[in-house]
């Protein structure tokens, strides 16, 4: 059995997100997923739906077998449960692949790390779009 670890905020889920998970979950046998707690996500604005519907929606997926919480204190705890064999990391995350892999081998993880770097080109397919398109419109109707 080979487990796939894919990881991210899913925030306000879209085709994106659909493409990223069911593309790491056809390199393995099992797909884990951790959705970012919000007090970890630093690296852009916070979430606009809560981590626990983040949640919930992730793990109703048909590519997701197991989606957690990550953790918040060290983003490296939940895989000492899960000892994913690969972990996945989409074309807009900002994790350098050699470094994580380092960081990986320091903890005892012998997980390989990949990169997607397709992602799905629809007019909507990130959040920061669907959150553009849905200013544009209210600014429309303002107007």
């Not at 085709?15 to 979950?25: D, K, M, N, V």
């Not at 809560?50 to 109703?60: A, D, G, I, K, T």
């Amino acid at each position: 059995m080979i487990r796939v670890l894919a990881t991210g905020t899913f925030d306000l889920l879209h085709p994106g997100h659909i493409f990223f998970l069911s593309s790491a979950r056809a390199m393995g046998d099992e797909l884990y997923v951790l959705v970012a707690r919000d007090s970890m996500i630093r690296h852009k604005e916070k979430p606009i739906v809560p981590e626990l519907q983040r949640l919930e929606m992730v793990s109703s997926l048909k590519a997701v077998d197991r989606a957690m919480l990550g953790s918040e204190k060290d983003i490296f705890e939940p895989l000492y449960e899960i000892d994913p064999d690969i972990i996945v990391l989409g074309h807009d995350q900002f994790f350098d692949v050699e470094e994580l892999e380092n960081s990986l081998r320091e903890r005892g993880f012998k997980a390989i790390v990949t990169r997607i770097d397709e992602s799905l080109k629809c007019p909507l397919y990130s959040s920061g779009r669907i959150i553009n398109k849905i200013l544009e419109r209210y600014c429309e109707s303002k107007s």
